[in-house]
């Protein structure tokens, strides 16, 4: 067991390599050069350089909210029996989490995140809701995401056009900043434009949420100060806890340990969710970086091949893990644990990553604040959308196999969806990963389903397995695959919707946008040369799920 993070980092071979980092990283003042805002951390170029120190506002953010906490009591106790959060990425993450794992104030409202373009996504949540109870929230730091803006134009039409029934978050001069005044939304709050939406949970995007659904914002800001401070220059090195986890996950990704697992007490399982997108993004460029693996269900060391780091997240009264995650360590691999003794603790914890996070970015010798590959699928998008409306129809991919109510491409072997699907799984080899692509409504059976068929593909294939719904997860784990280590392969999961859903002034329905998206992103992942395999179902989405589970 090493002496870091409190004496609860089991790192077995690789702790030499992590103090070796340590002391050079003291040597070279990383932390206080990371304070000043020294982009030459992260890259020689003079003009990254320059965007990266443009993308530092989050180490400033939570005492900065803490000053401004005003502005946030005035939208608390919104006589709202819903709020409805329209975002993609880090405008939507983090809110989610807040509510799932701080829950609801007395007599607040329900909060609804919405980032799934499926039309039944989009239909579902507007049956659920009686209008003139619902608050709307648009958030989007540049105002212009495709995604965030058909949602809002759809929920604004659906309203009556009551102007006074939106909030909009955004940057200055942006796009939706003048929509707001426009159309005379309730509240427009102008976030720093110096924080990247990943970095953006401590900041109006995140905090504004948390206050309509009754979070203490005091609280949680108080707990991300108290971070600040054990990552300050002034602490020792071997005692700044965002510093070592930063430099745990650069050093065992270098050594091929790139597979971070996330195990959570229950209460905490939310938090790997925004962690996901966190570290995805950021790290996974330049054939580089840390995948993040989340919501796979926990096994056995037997289950877990030699690519995975292990990190605990337990909170006090539930040690859901404890016993595996002994075992684990006794079995080798390498474990990190966060005890956390009051869910506010995720103040501290929001910071403590993204801190962490940049450090990372330090070690592998990426840019951690952009995110290049993002912008290729939106392009993807565009292009799709824009030969769908000249030609009619969209570039469908051709069906090797059609069978039982689920169209098979890609790299299919077999005769039946079953078979393809089992010798796709059974193809891959040690150190890849699966990723399952969801493009289907996010309800509680259809995640049920799938969650079991990442069990399924991790237990036959020992492969460590993400499960993504789209278009979600182009704005997080998107970046991996597309950047990061090439090691993926990829089950695209796709359905049709059952109901066609117009977007206000858009030429195209919400299902075509799904489509765009889902087709654009398999192109990309098709250009690289990654293996992918594309289900494309009819019928009960979860019940076919469930058929090709048993399969396996």
């Known amino acids: 067991?090493?002496?870091?993070?409190?004496?609860?980092?089991?790192?077995?071979?690789?702790?030499?390599?992590?103090?070796?980092?340590?002391?050079?990283?003291?040597?070279?003042?990383?932390?206080?050069?990371?304070?000043?805002?020294?982009?030459?951390?992260?890259?020689?170029?003079?003009?990254?350089?320059?965007?990266?120190?443009?993308?530092?506002?989050?180490?400033?953010?939570?005492?900065?909210?803490?000053?401004?906490?005003?502005?946030?009591?005035?939208?608390r106790g919104a006589p709202y029996r819903d709020v409805v959060l329209l975002g993609m990425g880090g405008s939507s993450l983090a809110p989610e989490v807040f509510q799932r794992v701080l829950g609801n104030g007395p007599d607040a409202p329900r909060l609804h995140v919405l980032d799934n373009t499926t039309a039944d996504a989009v239909q579902g949540l507007r049956a659920a809701l009686d209008l003139s109870q619902t608050l709307f929230v648009i958030a989007s730091k540049s105002g212009g995401t495709l995604e965030t803006k058909s949602f809002g134009d759809y929920f604004y039409e659906q309203s009556g056009k009551q102007g006074k029934q939106f909030i909009a978050i955004t940057d200055a001069a942006s796009q939706l900043a003048a929509e707001a005044e426009e159309r005379?939304?309730?509240?427009?709050?102008?976030?720093?434009?110096?924080?990247?939406?990943?970095?953006?949970?401590?900041?109006?995007?995140?905090?504004?949420p948390a206050t309509l659904i009754g979070v203490s914002i005091e609280r949680l800001l108080a707990h991300a100060a108290e971070a600040i401070r054990h990552a300050s220059a002034a602490t020792p090195p071997a005692q700044n806890e965002a510093l070592v986890l930063g430099i745990i996950m650069g050093e065992l990704a270098a050594a091929g340990r790139n597979k971070l697992t996330f195990?959570?007490?229950?209460?905490?399982?939310?938090?790997?969710?925004?962690?996901?997108?966190?570290?995805?993004?950021?790290?996974?460029?330049?054939?580089?970086?840390?995948?993040?693996?989340?919501?796979?269900?926990?096994?056995?060391?037997?289950?877990?091949?030699?690519?995975?780091?292990?990190?605990?997240?337990?909170?006090?009264?539930?040690?859901?893990?404890?016993?595996?995650?002994?075992?684990?360590?006794?079995?080798?691999?390498?474990?990190?644990?966060?005890?956390?003794?009051?869910p506010y603790h995720l103040g501290r914890h929001f910071f403590l990553w993204e801190f962490a996070t940049a450090i990372a970015g330090v070690v592998l010798g990426i840019n951690p604040f952009d995110e290049p590959n993002v912008t290729e699928s939106k392009n993807n998008t565009k292009r799709l959308l824009q030969q769908f409306l000249d030609e009619g129809a969209f570039p469908l991919p051709q069906a090797s196999l059609d069978a039982e109510g689920v169209r098979v491409s890609g790299t299919v072997m077999g005769d039946s969806p079953e078979d393809a699907l089992r010798a796709f799984v059974e193809d891959t080899a040690e150190r890849e990963y699966v990723a399952i692509l969801a493009y289907v409504p996010m309800t509680q059976a259809n995640e049920a389903a799938l969650r079991d068929l990442q069990a399924a593909i991790r237990d036959r294939s020992r492969a460590?397995?993400?499960?993504?719904?789209?278009?979600?997860?182009?704005?997080?784990?998107?970046?991996?695959?597309?950047?990061?280590?090439?090691?993926?392969?990829?089950?695209?999961?796709?359905?049709?919707?059952?109901?066609?859903?117009?977007?206000?002034?858009?030429?195209?329905?919400?299902?075509?946008?799904?489509?765009?998206?889902?087709?654009?992103?398999?192109?990309?992942?098709?250009?690289?040369?990654?293996?992918?395999?594309?289900?494309?179902?009819?019928?009960?989405?979860?019940?076919?799920?469930?058929?090709?589970?048993?399969?396996?």
């Open 1 to 75: 067991m090493s002496d870091l993070l409190n004496g609860k980092a089991w790192l077995g071979e690789y702790e030499d390599a992590v103090q070796a980092r340590l002391a050079r990283f003291a040597e070279e003042r990383v932390v206080a050069r990371l304070w000043a805002q020294d982009g030459s951390l992260w890259s020689d170029d003079a003009v990254v350089q320059k965007s990266i120190v443009n993308r530092l506002g989050w180490l400033s953010s939570p005492l900065t909210m803490l000053a401004r906490r005003e502005e946030l009591d005035c939208v």
């Open 184 to 208: 005379g939304y309730a509240a427009l709050f102008l976030n720093q434009q110096d924080i990247g939406g990943r970095y953006s949970a401590l900041s109006f995007f995140g905090l504004l």
């Open 263 to 342: 195990l959570a007490s229950p209460t905490l399982g939310s938090f790997g969710d925004w962690a996901e997108q966190l570290i995805a993004e950021s790290t996974g460029k330049m054939g580089r970086g840390v995948l993040p693996i989340v919501g796979e269900r926990a096994a056995g060391p037997e289950s877990y091949g030699p690519d995975r780091l292990f990190v605990y997240m337990r909170l006090e009264g539930e040690g859901t893990h404890d016993e595996r995650v002994a075992a684990l360590r006794v079995a080798g691999h390498p474990v990190i644990q966060f005890d956390l003794q009051d």
């Open 464 to 552: 460590a397995t993400t499960l993504g719904f789209g278009p979600r997860f182009l704005h997080s784990t998107g970046q991996y695959h597309k950047g990061g280590v090439p090691e993926g392969r990829f089950l695209q999961i796709v359905a049709d919707d059952s109901a066609q859903v117009a977007i206000p002034g858009a030429p195209y329905a919400f299902s075509a946008l799904a489509t765009a998206q889902a087709l654009g992103d398999l192109e990309a992942l098709e250009q690289r040369d990654l293996p992918t395999l594309r289900l494309h179902l009819s019928g009960n989405v979860a019940e076919t799920i469930a058929r090709l589970v048993d399969a396996l």
